[in-house]
């Protein structure tokens, strides 16, 4: 029963980071660009992605635990029943990829972030706009990393 919750709170914290993402990169930002002009679009952005980066912090974070907790359990009871354990090629590339997303928000998050911070409050709105793209690219990157955990794991 504890594995099973572990699981459906592992899966249900990326369902959000990675929908998140998705409705950040192609409903949100599109919308802002087209219709507020650079300082009232950075200023919602900046609004916008610090709500979602704190709670995004703590779901990424659970999720990286939870699937360690889960491989190590399993491990533990391959062994603990006289089995040996190999884990499964899907969740080598689904942790990996797991932590190069992690990873990928932390630099979001920590160092991209805190510029685009300091841009808005400064109101620099030219290094604020290219801290946004540069924030476009990494969400990019992280999406497509997540929508190909998916298919590896349900295709595999």
Do not use: C
């Not at 507020?36 to 900046?46: A, D, G, K, T």
């Not at 995004?56 to 190590?72: E, K, N, P, Q, Y």
């Not at 009871?77 to 990829?97: E, I, K, R, Y």
């Not at 920590?110 to 990494?138: C, E, H, M």
């Amino acid at each position: 029963m504890l594995y099973n919750l572990l699981k459906l709170s592992h899966v249900l914290a990326i369902i959000i980071w990675i929908g998140g993402m998705f409705f950040a990169h192609f409903f949100l930002r599109p919308v802002a660009q087209e219709v507020l002009p650079p300082p009232e679009r950075q200023r919602l952005m900046h609004g916008v992605l610090g709500r979602f980066f704190q709670f995004i912090l703590a779901l990424a974070t659970w999720a990286v635990v939870s699937g360690a907790w889960m491989i190590g359990r399993v491990a533990k009871d391959t062994v603990q029943s006289g089995g040996q354990f190999q884990m499964p090629v899907v969740w080598m590339v689904m942790a990996a990829l797991g932590l190069l997303m992690w990873a990928i928000f932390g630099h979001i998050r920590f160092a991209l972030y805190k510029r685009l911070t300091q841009a808005v409050s400064g109101g620099d709105w030219p290094a604020g706009g290219a801290v946004l793209a540069q924030i476009k690219n990494w969400v990019a990157v992280n999406l497509t990393l997540g929508f190909i955990i998916i298919v590896v794991v349900y295709l595999l």
